[in-house]
């Protein structure tokens, strides 16, 4: 079905791909735009339901407000840390680019979509929440193939974003997606460089036929 290049293309954009937060001021081609969100729109989704919309920001001020909720949530979790000495380290985090990224996308969530009986849904209602979180990975990984750099951003309350965006109450914003050409693609995750967290060992994770620890 696939070459072994067309293998290892896909693995490399896999190993490849990082949550960036620093963006250059250069557009995003439009047709690149376009492949990003059709890769999203082919992500699985619990009874094809398809839940997701996509609301492609520009306006300065609209990216200002967003940039705004999100600093706004950042210090209201700095307290988090205050326990462990860490709330000075986490306030130097960045973690976020809004202001700076040509392109914001807020992918939103419709739990209604497909009317109250979508097939697999019944059983397990984040399912809507987990088939974005699939379209959301599909966008990162194809922004990485377009040589593009994205950061997901989640500090935000939703009734913020639904305000500043006109998002109706039943519509979860689940992500803003910060898109744009980046002058620092980091190799390893940031919070990893911060020294925040190191990734698991993978042995450790890894149990047969039941859990075991
Ligand atoms: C659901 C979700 C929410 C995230 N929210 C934020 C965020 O608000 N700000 C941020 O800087 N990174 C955010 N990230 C990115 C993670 O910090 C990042 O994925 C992790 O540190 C691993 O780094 P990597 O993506 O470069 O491999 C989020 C990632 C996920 C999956």
Redesign the pocket.
């Given at each position: 079905m696939f070459t072994n290049e067309e293998k290892e293309a896909i693995y490399k954009v896999i190993f490849t791909r990082?949550?960036v937060?620093s963006f250059l001021p250069d557009p995003v081609p439009e047709e690149a735009v376009k492949r990003i969100i059709k890769a999203a729109h082919h992500a699985p989704s619990v009874g094809f339901m398809q839940p997701w919309n996509f609301i492609l920001i520009e306006s300065e001020e609209i990216k200002d407000r967003l940039a705004w909720a999100a600093e706004k949530e950042r210090r209201a979790l700095a307290i988090h840390y205050e326990d462990d000495g860490r709330s000075t380290k986490f306030l130097d985090l960045k973690?976020?680019g809004l202001k700076e990224a040509p392109l914001t996308i807020c992918v939103t969530c419709d739990p209604s979509r497909g009317g109250s009986h979508v097939l697999g849904r019944n059983s397990i209602p984040e399912t809507d929440m987990m088939s974005t979180a699939c379209a959301i990975q599909n966008m990162w990984l194809a922004s990485c193939a377009e040589g593009l750099a994205m950061?997901?951003?989640?500090?935000y309350k939703k009734s913020d974003v639904r305000d500043i965006l006109e998002i109706p109450p039943h519509i979860d914003p689940v992500a803003l997606l910060s898109i744009g050409y980046t002058d620092v693609y980091?190799k390893n995750?940031?919070?990893e460089t911060a020294k925040w967290r190191k990734r698991e060992e993978l042995d450790r994770l890894l149990f047969h036929n039941k859990w075991s620890l």
């Open positions: 990082r949550d937060r973690i976020e950061g997901w951003v989640s500090f980091p995750p940031i919070l």
